[in-house]
């Protein structure tokens, strides 16, 4: 084993923060409550338990008690992780355990601690531990992690989630230590020591389990041993001498120890693979087939009798090693595993399991062990006597030479054939284990005591185990392999240590040695001694102790000592200084009086051990409970220090940037360091020196230490004058950075070390100026440690420059870095790099001038890497020569470090040149990795390949494909505003593309970056209700206001009115709507008295008369139930309203109430059961499908008092209509089944039945057989279901079964419509709503199937169905039913031929649902009206209606919205001219007619149901019409007599509800006076059966509040078919024909269509123009329809696109033919669609024709625009509050600032443009640019980044004008703005050039500058005009003959042709005269 290299011993760091630590747990579980605290009040006496809250009167009852509680007393730290993502708050967690409490916190260094959660348990915790446990999200591959705390006892485990779940698992059998893994727990079964000796030879069980998931069992774990005999033998883990140490999940490894051989294993954890599980599994044929399986099926009789003995040496705690079987053999082989102890008969013996036990001194499984061997079972045993017996089992055979041994009880396997194996879930692959040398340590190297992994500063990763026998941590140095992800485990190290800890913040690990002495290590690199102040280094004298005032170190913090804790916080409180003085280490005038004190015998306090390390903080235990904390300082606070050491370490070999890196470590943390301002002086002067620099003599590093104090290590400490002043300091300030900084033009020269003033040259003196004498001390040192890697550095750090240069943050620090690489550029002879810094920063490298010389031998010794450049890489001329389309070298950049370079070049190359594949094939052709030959590129491959994938999915233009990348990249709009304004540009342009025309399905953070705030909140899944509370209360709508009476809930205040007011702004329909539906406020009942009626018969009369308004109140709630369809989200702690239905009276006028239990007159029996059904249905039908509804909470609303329950049975069926009933146990459901009533029953059958539509759910199938007879086996007992019930259970059948076309079902329901009354008194009444429920379930089974009837054809269902729809013989009961039917009926004779009027509505209904839109002709005819006079006399008007809806519904297709296809349904003999002498009965004629017609009506609405199809709207209100006028002269006309009042009311009824079928949703006014109309209605016929239908219709018109409206789907059509009925129910009681259950399956048929815009502003709906585009059908071919939202949109199958139109909302448009999902989502999420309004725009309630937005002022002449915007209205136009405030600060005078009018001016301008163009991002690169130019032209630039980013600025502007002006409309930069600021700044140069010609030429001759030249407007002019360094070119330009040889030379160069002729005067004109005259201001 190599020994660690040490580094220098002589230096040492200071730790920082030193605090005592007390577990926080502790400290709560004083205050707890617990058994602990409770016997310490019964050991005080009386008179102390006043002070014990104190704290003196604790202190000696705490000391008696707490010796053996602190025993039991641990903790544990880590990283906060909870909640806050890390990058913002730090903190720490800290779980204690003590006695039977667990007590999770949080808190840090600057937090105080607070309790999380905290835990009690029954028994004493053994250990607690934080685990994640893995839960599989649906059905898909991806998991979700849960967080939870893992508690465990003796006997179980507590699992307690983060998110609020308990789990309590219980334990088979003792656990020895449990650990955390990746997967879930894993438990080590505690090894006793009778194990060795009961066990049969060879019989193995296992030792370690795993958990993952609470709810999983616990299955053995599997390993694959890396041995020589066993290649890859798979085998469970069962070698007792096995004991793991250590798990991580990260990588996901277990560290393990073998006791008998004494040695460190460590294992790669992973899921087990199928062949593995097999092959464990597999049960051997014959002995010798697999020589080492073994069938270990004994294990459960050993796990039960040995194991589960309570362990004689079980204190709590104890690991409990046992004696071990001392074999050698590594892992003990075995097979398949059987289970039956953990789920069968153990519960029988100990029912401690689940009631959690109270006695913690006996385990559970004690119980059963009382037994030690198989002989003696007590009788208590008789449940798990069966596990007492030994079975048969093979032992191993074969390498280990044993025999199998014969067991006396072989037969007794075939005892257990029903056992399962136990699958192994997780496998062990032994990845490394350590060598064991004969001459290496004799002794066994003992149990590791602490395994940890850390990383060195150069990511290299160790796992370290410290072996506290041998005071050794051995760390072994491991990688992961590139291919798989296997783990490589290379050399062991050895460090000697008492003890470790790993800080894994820093890449470090802190050692504690055995002298006592703490040393910081990198991996195995020794850093330096850590030095805590105020703890004795014990090698060094007492100095300055921890000044604890006047108490022992020991006594810091031990809770023995609360007393003493007590004075102490008295004292601080006396105490007047500010400074907490027990804080500081450092107070000097303590110590006199400590060291008098201290007179103990154990002076000086000593570290034992070090615990608790979390992030770079760590725990020094002194020993006797006290505890210091500590915190280690981090490498680097500076950003700029940081990344240069990264680029450092990047490129240098791993030995030498560890060097680098330790020696910094040392220097900037030695005791007494630098503070921070000064680090990157620091930096510069350890980073000059260590490349062999002697800073003492250079100028401007010398400047440097006067900046900082110099560290002991790198020189002496120089003596510092203290007051006067010197000559020196004056030098100081004028060679101080800042001087130079501030200097526009260098005057003054510094003092040069060898004391002769230099001439200032720039750096064109290079190395012929006559510069100072370089005197021979600034050479450099060749044998610096960097000294070889300098142009290797240099490169690193320009590239590094160059990245800083494009962060806005980061810049200022660009210009400290740019003074030291000015340096290596001149020593390295780099003029070329020198002129680029020169450019960058003019004033600032003028000043310096010194060079160090390197030898000319010694260069050679310099590695010059290959890929330094001799042209210095510029990214922003890389970026320009990008925008002029030139081609460009790929650009240089380091992996990791410049992230910003590498995303701006790629996105040039995609944006700008339109390379699609810069992203991910072509990175190559644009950028260059430099590779130190250090570091894998792997990382950036992966990058690369995920971003691609990405990428690829939109081939759209280039615009889209760079935002999303960039998303995918991680890049935000924050990232954005740092990046330089020209920089930016394109990029914003992009964005600003992608605004228009976004897609539908981009991500959230997509939606972000390009600045549409709408449809990222359109990402957010959140409902409109949710966000009421946000939305606030600006209802447009308020309802009037109410009167104390009204103030009773009426069950329909949920609607949303600003919805609502939006939809019908002009008028208060909704209010009139809730008018007429309420029923809980007495109805107003007048009856005038006439003068000879008595007052006793007037009380009759008016109660009479209250009687026939009650059958309309009692009809409200069906139709309330539609109106507030799913607009509440109930609260989960309250139980819903319910609104009580009042069924009194007030007469006016003196307001008397009126009763009807009054006696007076009769009421039916049970009037109220069915409407109060109705009512709990509609209070239950409010809540929303999304809400949370639990299980419990439907329980919670179930009343009280029994005459609600009907109500509670009708909120059952309206919860399974939304769903919601599938969350209620099955418990509750029998509970309700078997308690209930029969209505309870009803609706129960019919929730759980629609819950569950169409899933053909088992259990649920089960549920509704019990109810159905015929469902039911033959000899089955006969259950008395009641009819009602019976009837829901099959129309559950249909519902459950729905479109499934299940044979069987069919089968059963087609005879069930014909069923025979009988047997004996049985199933008599009410036989007609049986034969249509069954008819109905029967079409639902086989909705739409038509002929494709799967399997059927043998049932003929069509004939057979005709036949009972026509009547004729009836067929043999067939089948199971032969039986039941035998005794005939007692009360119906039939005899043997059909009753068609109990067969035919079902059967007709069937065949229409089965064939429902097959348009199957032949079907169809069946079902024509007769065509002679004979016939029709012999059909129920009735079923004429029925045979006309069922034929038009199989003709689908052919129904047409206009009277003359309703007429063609009448038969043609009724519509010719009759013959007199016919014998014609006109009543027979006239209802026959009367009924076709509203039953092709009704066809009609369906057809058209929610379409609001005007034409069908309009046909149907003409038949209403017609109708009405026949009833309006009802007493005179025949034809009324003829009708009946009956008939006709009924025709008219259900013509209405098909009008509010097409109408549904819409709120339309002629059906809303037509319901009201009939709402009034209330005497004669109008029956509670009329006014149930008037007001359903009226439900349905504003069904869901106009949020819903219905559907045309099969499904939709069968439940309108069951809900619509065109029976209705005479009165409240009548469920004879139909049950009245079914009227509120309609819900089955709403859809959510309505889109509500909401403004993602002000998050109030709005109005917004809609686009939907639709496709074409045989009626029409595509069309586009423009609708204003909020708008019920068509239906959704119909649609190809939905659009939202400007000009007012930013345009937003939903593909809906790639996919209708995110359509619906947002539908079904209150429809709400986020729109975002444009700037400048009004939104179309205030200003609805768009007169008054900004654009129509402007509209004749653009500029006249800017001149009549008064930057005081922007408020009224655009939102952004940056603009406002822009608006209000800069573009007013105010008294503080008076600008001038121009610069108002062009503030106004530019936010104009802002506003207009839809872009605020730009105003801040608008003043940016015209900050840059009048800095310009002011002359006061100081250095030229600017200017730099102007030209880039006007190169990407001229390429878009060059394109064409095709491609202006897409620039940003449109307006007269930048022209006019590009001539500013061609004036400002060109007139400097006039005067200073002759700087330039001098610069261009590469001669000394002139003394006064201003070198900045130089190095600007240089940089617009893109000249480039013509340091070795000088000959090519000047001197040409003619412009044509002049252009050729310059192309070459790269200078654009328009930047050439503005230096044509100086180069040709000293030459030839005529080009001088070239006219300049042409370009």
């Not at 014990?52 to 009167?57: F, I, L, Q, T």
């Not at 509209?1755 to 406002?1780: D, M, Y």
């Not at 600007?1916 to 412009?1939: A, M």
């Not at 040889?1941 to 030459?1967: A, F, K, N």
């Amino acid at each position: 084993m190599s020994e660690v290299v040490y580094e220098e011993t002589a230096t040492m760091i200071a730790a920082g923060e030193l605090q005592s630590f007390v577990p926080f747990g502790r400290e709560h579980c004083k205050n707890h409550p617990n058994a602990f605290n409770l016997q310490l009040r019964e050991l005080q006496p009386a008179s102390e338990l006043w002070s014990s809250d104190g704290a003196a009167g604790l202190v000696g009852s705490l000391q008696e008690v707490s010796l053996q509680e602190r025993e039991r007393e641990s903790w544990e730290l880590r990283k906060g992780c909870v909640g806050v993502s890390e990058e913002y708050v730090e903190f720490e967690e800290e779980l204690y355990v003590a006695g039977n409490v667990v007590v999770w916190s949080q808190g840090s260094r600057n937090q105080a601690s607070s309790v999380y959660k905290a835990f009690t348990v029954d028994s004493p915790v053994q250990q607690a531990l934080w685990c994640s446990f893995a839960v599989p999200k649906n059905k898909k591959e991806e998991e979700e992690v849960e967080q939870t705390v893992c508690i465990i006892q003796s006997s179980c485990v507590n699992v307690h989630t983060v998110t609020g779940k308990d789990f309590i698992a219980p334990l088979p059998f003792p656990v020895s230590n449990v650990w955390a893994t990746k997967f879930g727990l894993l438990l080590e079964r505690k090894n006793t020591a009778g194990d060795a000796q009961l066990n049969p030879p060879g019989e193995l069980l296992p030792t370690v389990f795993s958990m993952l998931h609470p709810l999983d069992e616990i299955a053995p774990v599997v390993c694959k041993p890396a041995g020589l005999f066993e290649g890859s033998r798979v085998q469970y883990v069962s070698d007792s001498t096995m004991k793991i140490v250590f798990s991580c999940s990260e990588p996901s490894i277990v560290v393990s120890y073998d006791i008998a051989q004494g040695i460190h294993s460590v294992w790669a954890l992973r899921k087990v693979t199928h062949d593995e599980r097999s092959a464990v599994l597999q049960i051997p044929s014959e002995a010798g087939g697999t020589p080492l399986g073994v069938l270990a099926s004994g294990f459960l009789t050993s796990l039960l009798s040995k194991v589960s003995r309570l362990d004689p040496s079980g204190g709590i705690g104890a690991t409990g090693l046992g004696s071990g079987t001392g074999t050698s053999c590594p892992v003990g082989t075995g097979s398949a595993l059987h289970y039956s102890a953990l789920h069968s008969k153990i519960l029988t013996s100990s029912p401690g399991l689940h009631s959690r036990v109270h006695c913690p001194s006996i385990s559970n499984m004690a119980a059963l062990s009382r037994a030690h061997s198989p002989g003696m079972a007590a009788p208590s045993f008789s449940g798990a006597a069966r596990f007492n017996t030994s079975f048969h089992c093979l032992s191993p055979r074969g390498h280990h030479g044993l025999l199998p041994s014969p067991n006396s009880t072989v037969n007794e396997t075939i005892l257990l054939p029903e056992m399962e194996p136990i699958i192994p879930a997780l496998c062990m692959d032994q990845l490394w284990s350590e060598t064991v040398t004969a001459g290496c340590h004799r002794e066994m190297s003992s149990q590791a005591s602490k395994v940890f992994l850390t990383s060195d500063l150069c990511e290299n990763r160790y796992l370290c185990f410290l072996v506290e026998s041998h005071q050794q941590l051995r760390c072994v140095k491991f990688i992961e392999s590139n291919d798989t992800p296997q783990l490589i485990f290379a050399s062991v190290t050895t460090i000697h240590a008492k003890d470790a800890e790993p800080l894994p913040n820093i890449d470090a690990t802190l050692v504690l040695e055995a002298c006592g002495s703490l040393v910081l290590y990198t991996g195995i690199t020794r850093v330096s001694k850590v030095f805590v102040p105020g703890l004795l280094s014990p090698t060094f004298s007492l100095t300055n102790h921890l000044p604890h005032l006047s108490t022992p170190v020991e006594n810091v913090s031990t809770p023995a000592n609360a007393g003493s804790r007590h004075l102490q916080r008295l004292e601080e409180a006396v105490m007047p200084s500010p400074v907490s003085e027990l804080r500081n280490p450092n107070i000097k005038h303590h110590e006199g009086s400590f060291l008098e004190d201290f007179s103990f015998q154990q002076a000086t306090p000593y570290i034992r051990a070090l615990r608790d390390p979390v992030c770079n903080r760590v725990n020094l235990d002194l020993g006797s409970g006290t505890v210091l904390r500590i915190s280690i300082p981090e490498i680097a606070t500076s950003e700029l220090v940081k990344k240069c050491l990264r680029a450092i370490c990047f490129i240098l070999p791993k030995e030498a940037a560890m060097k680098v890196l330790v020696k910094w470590y040392n220097i900037y943390n030695a005791p007494g360091g630098p503070s921070a301002h000064a680090e990157w002086n620091l930096f510069v002067t350890c980073f000059m020196t260590l490349m062999g620099y002697n800073t003492e003599r250079l100028t401007w590093t010398r400047n440097l230490h006067f900046e900082v104090p110099l560290s002991p290590v790198i020189a002496a400490k120089k003596a510092r004058p203290s007051d006067g002043g010197s000559d020196e300091d004056w030098d100081y300030l004028l060679g101080s950075h800042y001087h130079r900084q501030m200097t526009y033009q260098p005057v003054c020269v510094p003092v040069d070390s060898s004391g002769t003033g230099s001439t200032f040259t720039t750096e064109t003196d290079g190395l012929h100026s006559v510069s100072a004498p370089s005197s021979p001390s600034l050479k450099l040192d060749a044998s610096a440690p960097l000294f070889p890697h300098i142009p290797a550095l240099f490169y690193v750090l320009h590239l590094l420059y160059q990245e800083l240069q494009l962060d806005e943050l980061q810049r200022a620090r660009a210009s400290s870095l740019v003074c030291l690489l000015q340096q290596l550029a001149r020593d390295l002879q780099l003029d070329v790099y020198v002129d680029l810094y020169w450019r960058d920063y003019p004033s600032l490298i003028s000043g310096f001038t010194e060079t160090c010389l390197i030898d000319e031998a010694l260069v050679a010794q310099m590695q010059r890497p290959s890929f330094l450049r001799a042209e210095p890489p510029c990214i922003f001329s890389w970026l320009s020569s990008c925008l002029r389309e030139e081609e460009i070298p790929p650009f240089p950049y380091l992996v990791g470090i410049c992230q910003r370079t590498r995303l701006l070049v790629l996105s040039y190359a995609l944006y700008i040149i339109g390379d699609e594949n810069a992203t991910s094939t072509d990175v190559s052709k644009y950028l260059v990795k430099l590779s130190a030959g250090q570091k894998s590129c792997a990382s950036d491959q992966h990058y690369r390949r995920q971003s691609s994938v990405k990428v690829k999915l939109t081939s759209e233009s280039l615009a889209e494909q760079l935002v999303v990348w960039l998303t995918s990249e991680g890049f935000t709009l924050k990232d954005l505003e740092s990046v330089p304004f020209g920089v930016a540009l394109p990029i914003r342009e992009a964005i600003y593309r992608c605004r228009e025309q976004p897609c539908s399905d981009w991500s959230e953070e997509v939606c972000l970056l390009i600045g549409r705030q709408d449809l990222t909140k359109q990402a957010h899944k959140m409902t409109l209700a949710k966000s009421k509370a946000s939305v606030g209360s600006g209802l447009s709508l308020e309802p009037p206001a109410t009167t104390e009476a009204d103030e009773e809930e009426d069950g329909m205040s949920d609607i949303i009115q600003e919805v609502t007011g939006l939809i019908w702004s002009q008028d208060l329909r909704v209010q009139e709507v809730r008018r007429l539906l309420q029923s809980s406020r007495p109805v107003r009942v007048s009856v005038v008295q006439l003068p000879e009626v008595s007052d006793h018969e007037y009380i009759e009369e008016k109660e009479n008369k209250l009687l026939q308004l009650c059958q309309r109140t009692m009809a409200l709630p069906v139709g309330r139930g539609l109106f507030t369809l799913f607009s509440y989200h109930p609260v989960p702690t309250e139980p819903l309203p319910v609104p009580k239905l009042n069924l009194t009276g007030r007469a006016p006028p003196r307001n008397t109430m009126v009763d009807l239990n009054s006696g007076n007159i009769d009421v039916p029996p049970n009037m109220t059961s069915w409407p109060s059904f109705h009512n709990g249905v509609a209070a239950g039908l409010k809540i929303a499908p999304a809400s949370q509804v639990e299980s419990a909470w439907i329980d919670y609303n179930k009343p009280k008092s029994p005459e609600l329950a009907n109500e509670y049975a009708g909120f059952l069926m309206a919860l399974g209509l939304n769903g919601h009933l599938t969350k209620l146990a099955t418990l509750n459901i029998h509970d309700y089944l078997t308690k209930g009533t029969e209505m309870t029953s009803i609706g129960l059958l019919l929730g759980v039945s629609s819950a569950k539509l169409g899933t053909m759910d088992m259990s649920i199938t089960r549920l509704l057989s019990i109810h159905i007879p015929a469902l039911l086996p033959p000899t089955s007992t006969e259950l008395d279901v009641p009819h009602n019930v019976q009837v829901a259970a099959v129309i559950g059948i249909g519902l459950v079964y729905q479109g499934t076309g299940h044979r069987h079902n069919a089968e059963v329901l087609l005879s069930e419509i014909g069923r025979p009354p009988g047997p004996e008194m049985e199933y008599c009444t009410d036989r007609e709503s049986y034969s249509l429920a069954a008819g109905l379930a029967l079409g639902m089974v086989c909705l739409g199937h038509g002929s494709n009837l799967i399997g059927m054809t043998d049932l003929n269902v069509p004939e057979q169905l005709y036949q009972y729809m026509v009547g004729g013989h009836r067929r043999a009961q067939a089948g199971a039913n032969r039986e039941r039917h035998k005794s005939p009926s007692y009360q119906i004779k039939e005899g043997d031929t059909i009753n068609v009027d109990v067969t035919c509505p079902g059967a007709t209904l069937a065949l229409a649902m089965i064939y429902l839109k097959t348009n199957n002709r032949s079907i169809a005819d069946w079902l024509k009206p007769p065509d002679t006079w004979f016939l029709l006399d012999f059909i129920k008007p009735e079923f004429l209606l029925l045979r006309t809806l069922a034929r038009c519904l199989i003709m689908w297709d052919e129904i047409l919205p206009n009277t003359e296809w309703v007429k063609s349904n009448i038969p043609q003999i009724m519509r010719g001219a009759f013959d007199p002498s016919e014998d014609i009965n006109m009543e027979t004629m006239a209802q026959a007619q009367d009924y076709i017609t509203a039953g092709a009506c009704i066809a009609l609405g369906l057809r058209f149901a929610g379409s609001a199809n005007s034409d069908a709207f309009d046909c149907l209100y003409e038949f209403a019409r017609t109708f009405m006028k026949i009833m309006s002269f009802a007493s005179t006309a025949a034809v009324f007599k003829q009708m009946g009042y009956y008939n006709l009311q009924t025709c008219l009824s259900m013509i209405l509800l098909a009008m509010s079928m097409v109408m549904s949703g819409t709120g339309d006014l002629k059906v809303l006076q037509l319901c009201r109309f009939f709402h009034k209605r209330t005497g004669g016929e109008m029956n509670y059966g009329f006014h149930m239908a008037h007001h359903m219709a009226l439900g349905l018109l504003f069904l869901g509040g106009g949020r819903y409206t219905l559907g045309t789907s099969n499904s939709a059509i069968a439940a309108l078919l069951c809900a619509l009925y065109p029976h209705f129910p005479a009165h409240s009681t009548d469920n004879r024909y139909h049950l009245q259950a079914l009227r509120h399956l309609a819900v089955l048929a709403a859809e959510p269509r309505l889109l509500v815009p909401v403004d993602v502003d002000s998050l109030k709906p709005c109005y917004a123009l809609l686009e939907v585009l639709l496709y074409e059908t045989k009626w029409y071919d595509d069309t586009t329809v423009e609708l204003m939202a909020p708008t019920m949109l068509p239906e959704l199958h119909l649609l190809k696109r939905v659009k939202v139109k400007g000009p007012r909302y930013w345009e937003l448009s939903i593909d809906l033919s790639k996919e209708t999902h995110h359509l619906k989502s947002i539908l079904s999420r209150d429809g709400v669609l986020y729109v975002k309004l444009r700037a400048g725009q009004l939104p179309y309630k205030d200003d609805p024709q768009g007169w008054k937005s900004l654009l129509a002022s402007s509209v004749n002449h653009r500029s006249s625009g800017i001149r009549t915007f008064k930057p005081e209205t922007i408020s009224a136009f655009t939102s952004e509050p940056a603009l406002v405030s822009f608006a209000e600060f800069f573009c007013k005078t105010s008294e503080e600032m008076k600008p001038t009018e121009d610069t108002l001016v062009l503030f106004s301008a530019m936010l104009y443009e802002c506003v207009t163009q839809e872009c605020p991002e730009m105003l801040p690169t608008y003043i940016a640019i015209e900050q840059a130019v009048g800095a310009l032209c002011r002359g006061d630039v100081l250095q030229t980044f600017p200017v730099w980013q102007l030209r880039l600025v006007v190169e990407l502007w001229d390429s878009r004008v060059l394109r064409g002006p095709a491609n202006r409309h897409d620039a940003l930069l449109i307006s007269e703005f930048l022209p006019v600021m590009k001539n500013m700044v061609d004036l400002a140069l060109d007139s400097w050039l006039k005067d200073n010609s002759s700087a330039l030429r001098s610069y261009m001759r590469s001669e000394i500058l002139p003394k006064d030249t201003q070198s900045i407007m130089l190095a600007c002019f240089l940089v617009y005009r893109s000249i480039p360094c013509l340091r070795n070119t000088h000959t090519q330009l000047e001197g040409c003959s003619s412009l044509g040889d002049l252009l050729s030379r310059s192309s070459q160069l790269g200078i654009p042709l328009r930047d050439l002729l503005r230096l044509l005067p100086i180069l040709v004109g000293s030459t030839s005269g005529p080009h001088t005259c070239f006219p300049l201001q042409a370009f």
